[in-house]
């Protein structure tokens, strides 16, 4: 496989460096004086291949993480700050001032995408797009749970006005994946319930939140977003360390959530939010549509080239139609274009971590070594940034591509004869997100379901595991998840139930008459936010 060079349309071109030079903290696009970090694209712009040079972001130390949390820190001043006691109204304001600036930055955001992460044209505007749409989404489901919230309830002789509540300060530590959209899925929801913020962006796809620093910066109260750049261990560690911080918010692999929330000294006081790494498999039953099922496993497990939580990582095809599964499967795999991100009909794309390749290699040898084969003529051709998809047959338990999240191009296919043998696989995996069903018959459907719903949290009919639509609840069991993610479930993730109660007398009543008449508290309103 030659390294697919061509010469990059003008607008797609790289015309100058960005050089990342501030990090924000109290209101403040503060000026970084210390050592940066280059930030290189595995997109060659040249002939002979040499990965690009996109730019610079500061390097910055623990004692600036410090600065950065303690800043988040007064802005929530102990629940006093005027971010958290904040009219509703007033927050979704700043939230609608930040999605109006954030629209301008589209093209630049988008670029970025594409030549920090390698993520297609297509699907980098359908990153920024959604989330756009999410913080709109977002601000219409918080203004209906204010809505329902307007109003006092009354029990065994109880007035009571019951609202949800900031928890505090959130650090928020989003993924390389989707370095926009499920980074802001945890930072939109914290900063929109009254929680201030400190947030690191990923290694991969940190210079793209650089055009959006000043609508940060313009758009809400100082202090309550403050924006890091560097090694999340040097910046995550002392901020944890102080037991200030009251939300973990972080998109990543369970062994860094364990090891950053260890250091936090009240793991009793510490919430959690966490999407973590899956295995999801797809089943297909012997009575599948074939057609469908090979469509759906191909976008399943070769999107974004499978550096997916939410890709397919193995298939479970039955042994009376594994045979034609894996040559028809193998001939749609070797068919999808391999290019650079802004192609036309370009499905696979340059992979932005340097040492991935090398990685998946690995996993291939151990696999061929144990006696599987790669089915398909191109799997596992190799450029200096790319490997295309493996198709791995037989696959086994001892294989390391069967125990391991693969996140990348390639894709073990595991032959069953009885639906007992993945069921007990999924129940013993350490992984529990989604799963991918392929068949018809109801019969045999309908108590697959049931134990289905048991093992993961997303059973996929006839289709491939994702995330959206983002109204859906987003989470997982056992290694997978901790707490749950949608437009809905999000804003409660980032809050708490809190409220006022009265003993019906007139004394007591006659005071919240008076509050409500005069307006003077932000939390005890009827007022029906339009």
Request: charged share 25%.
């Amino acid at each position: 496989m030659k390294n697919n060079f061509k010469e990059i349309p003008e607008k797609f071109k790289i015309s100058e460096l960005k050089h990342q030079k501030t990090y924000l903290v109290s209101g403040e696009l503060k000026e970084w004086k210390g050592e940066f970090s280059e930030v290189y694209s595995t997109i060659s712009s040249t002939e002979k291949y040499k990965p690009t040079l996109l730019g610079t972001v500061p390097n910055l130390t623990g004692d600036e993480a410090i600065e950065a949390l303690n800043s988040a820190y007064r802005a929530y001043d102990k629940g006093q700050g005027l971010w958290p006691t904040m009219r509703v109204a007033d927050r979704i304001s700043c939230m609608e001032e930040f999605a109006e600036q954030m629209k301008t930055k589209r093209d630049e955001v988008v670029q970025l995408l594409m030549w920090e992460i390698g993520k297609s044209l297509p699907d980098s505007q359908k990153e920024f797009d959604r989330t756009i749409e999410y913080i709109y989404d977002t601000i219409e489901d918080y203004k209906q749970m204010d809505r329902d919230s307007a109003k006092f309830q009354k029990d065994s002789g109880v007035y009571a006005h019951v609202r949800r509540g900031p928890l505090g300060v959130v650090l928020c530590l989003g993924p390389y994946n989707y370095p926009l959209n499920e980074t802001f899925a945890l930072l939109i929801p914290a900063l929109i319930m009254g929680n201030t913020t400190v947030f690191k962006p990923a290694k991969h796809g940190v210079l793209l939140l650089s055009p959006l620093m000043e609508a940060f910066q313009n758009s809400f109260p100082e202090g309550v977003v403050n924006i890091i750049y560097g090694r999340g261990r040097v910046l995550a560690t002392p901020i944890m360390k102080t037991g200030k911080v009251d939300i973990l918010a972080l998109i990543g692999n369970s062994k860094s959530a364990n090891a950053i929330q260890a250091n936090h000294p009240y793991k009793n006081r510490l919430r959690l939010v966490l999407g973590l790494e899956a295995k999801n498999p797809a089943i297909v039953l012997p009575d599948a549509d074939l057609d469908l099922a090979i469509d759906e496993c191909i976008t399943g497990s070769t999107s974004f080239n499978g550096q997916r939580c939410t890709a397919l990582k193995v298939l479970y095809v039955h042994e009376h139609i594994v045979d034609k599964f894996k040559k028809r499967f193998a001939e749609r795999v070797d068919a999808l274009k391999f290019g650079n991100p802004w192609e036309k009909g370009v499905k696979l794309t340059p992979l932005p971590e340097p040492g991935k390749p090398a990685y998946i290699q690995e996993l291939i040898d151990d696999a061929t070594e144990k006696g599987a084969k790669v089915i398909n003529k191109k799997g596992g051709e190799t450029t200096e940034n790319y490997i295309f998809p493996a198709v791995l047959y037989p696959v086994s338990k001892d294989m390391r591509v069967y125990q391991e999240e693969q996140f990348g191009p390639v894709i073990p296919v595991v032959s069953f004869k009885n639906i007992q043998e993945p069921l007990d696989d999924m129940a013993e995996s350490n992984y529990g997100q989604q799963v991918s069903v392929f068949g018809s018959e109801v019969k045999t459907l309908a108590p697959l379901i049931d134990t289905l719903v048991n093992l993961v949290c997303r059973v996929n009919l006839n289709s491939a595991a994702q995330r959206g639509p983002d109204v859906y609840p987003f989470t997982g069991r056992k290694d997978s998840a901790v707490g749950t993610l949608s437009v809905h479930d999000a804003l409660r993730s980032f809050s708490i139930r809190t409220f006022v109660a009265s003993k019906d007398t007139e004394y007591n009543n006659a005071i919240l008459q008076e509050l409500l008449d005069k307006k003077t508290s932000n939390f005890i309103s009827t007022d029906y936010l339009l």
